[in-house]
């Protein structure tokens, strides 16, 4: 049975923000044998983005926890620092980073007093460094007084092919994979309740993005078809026990993108006109499609141009 804990603000339980309220709920989910997530909402980077739009998970095990993302501000970072607490005093050991997106790594800087290892892909610090500045610059913009503080945190320890983490009671297998959403993709295979944290290689319901190589993504979606999981938590979306039809549907729709930009460029068809008419069958199947599928095609079109 999922438990629903809805964990209150000071200013939502004393009533004197009401606009706020709904965003000072940091709602959690605990989906059995230790293992919470935090969902965000789904909202577009460009579009009312507040920093809190991915999925952001820990695990408790019987030696310590391990954060999966952080979300994409200090404050939603000490939100699920605090949410921890309320769950166990163990000390949090590490802190993972699915990928280098900025929803997913700027909380962060919530956890450096607990002096964990912050892990990520091999070439994730080096992407977070490329970043730095236009990253900085879209935080001041969208997040305002929350981008105060949400510093850069990068890994202490890399994951190059594949890595395991004991948390007592339960062991973590982090695997670094090739381009795919980005060049910085590690999924998180939980042992005691074979449970998979996908990143951003697996959307539900919010339109699939990919700023890697969509060749890459479509095969690593296919890989993880094989894993062992009794359930997935994705980058964006609920938590599935039906996660073989989820990695299907986004699979799905990558296929469809590729074919149809394919043979827009075979028809010599613009980049723009692409961006209006690829993958229009897909449409009324994801959120965001417009603005995340526009941009798909902006990213995908150039180099297919030279298959
Ligand atoms: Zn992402």
Redesign the pocket.
Known sequence: MRILMIIMSLAALTGCVHAQTAHDNFAIENIGDGIYVHHGVHLDIDEGYQGDICNASFIVGSKGVAVVDTGGSLKVGKQLREAIRKVTPLPVLYVINT?V?P??IYGNAAFLADNPAFIGHDKLATAMELRREQYAKLNARLLGEDAKGSELVKPTRSVKTTQELDLGDRKLMLTAHPVA??NTDVSVMESKASTLFAG?LLFIERTP?LEGDIKGLIAEIEKLKSSPAKQVVP?HGPVTKNWVEALNNAQHYLNVLLADVRASIKKGESMESAMSSAAASERDKWKLFDIANRRNVNTIYPALEWE
């Open positions: 990928h997106h929803d997913h959403h980005t951003d993005v980058g």
